[in-house]
């Protein structure tokens, strides 16, 4: 154990248990803890470890509140005045600790994005799930209005679709559509659509270095057309096409994204999803912005300083979005885009 935290839980039935040590603290506490647990792991680098254990089946079977009794007890014994609870050591028969159910966690956890599901554990995330549970109208809302959005936007775009294909195919060779596996919502991967901007087989070194420098703090701004501040954003990349390069100053390469949406794993609204690269190369803290909300082709960032602000100030941005969602936030993001869109800020 590399933190000085060693957390436990007791899952309990919706009935008080006698005998209940006042000490342990209640669901909606706990919960609160463990956020708060994470927080400090994503400030310090250090890692905590979290222990569930699963008494149900033994408090089935314990109406006196014995076993229970005793594991408390133990408990007691073993907890610093650290620690929110302390490790559990069993003086249980054989037959009673058989009817235990003991899970540890490790935060933070690795996460292996070559396979499709979810790596990050819900064990460790109880206040997301709150709030998802506290804003299902919410959620459900933003996913009718992403469904009709979506696939109104394609049966729209559908000339400007086939134009965009024409002209990539009679400029550079290669498939239309670029594909890329790319990281979304609680470091599930999934496969990212955009209209390709740049020629086939070209060497993604350039783009890894200069990310790996954005995240660590040490990337230079680049020139840029704009107000002379310049971008954190590679704006000579040989690896783009012309064609490409129009089609990203419009953000038209974002068009196929309406499937990504229309299919879930997406929505109009939310932070950028990243390529696994970029994602082993986060600090802790910065995977806040995968796990915090739905990966979206527009949001927060993109209207408030886009390539402008750094990779920090992004995530902060995104972490923000996560917090203040709503209707009326979605909405303001959706029509403050077309303008950055037109002023093309950051684009490139």
Known sequence: MKHPFADVTVRRGPTAVAGMDCSMLDEGAFHHTI???????????????????????????????????????SLRRTTRETDVAGWHKSTLTFDQFNQITISHYVFPEEWDCDVQQRPSDPALY??????????????????????????????????LFLAIALAIKLTSKGPVFFRQQRIGHFGKPFVFLKFRSMYVDNDPKVHLDYIRQLISGEAARQPSNGNGQGVYKLTTDPRVTRVGAFLRRASLDELPQLINVL?????????????????????????????????????????????????????????RYAAKRSFWFDLKILLLTPRAVILGDGAY
């Not at 792991?41 to 076993?67: M, P, Q, T, Y």
Request: with cysteine.
């Open 35 to 73: 956020c708060l647990e994470r927080k400090r792991a994503e400030r310090s680098r250090r890692s905590f470890l979290l222990v569930l254990l699963d008494l149900r089946i033994v408090l089935v079977n314990d109406s006196s509140g014995k076993v229970l009794n005793t594991i408390l007890s």
């Open 126 to 159: 109880p206040d997301l799930d709150k709030r998802a549970n506290g804003s299902k109208m919410y959620l459900v809302t933003k996913r009718a209005i992403d469904i009709v959005a979506s696939a109104l936007g394609l049966l729209i775009a559908a000339p």
């Open 263 to 319: 299919c879930g794993e997406m929505s109009l609204v939310g932070p950028r999803p990243p390529i696994p690269y970029e994602v082993d190369t986060y600090q802790t803290w910065h995977r806040r912005r995968v796990l915090e909300a739905k990966p979206g082709i527009t949001g927060l960032w993109q209207v408030s300083g886009r390539s402008r602000v750094g990779f920090d100030e992004m995530v902060r941005l995104d972490v």
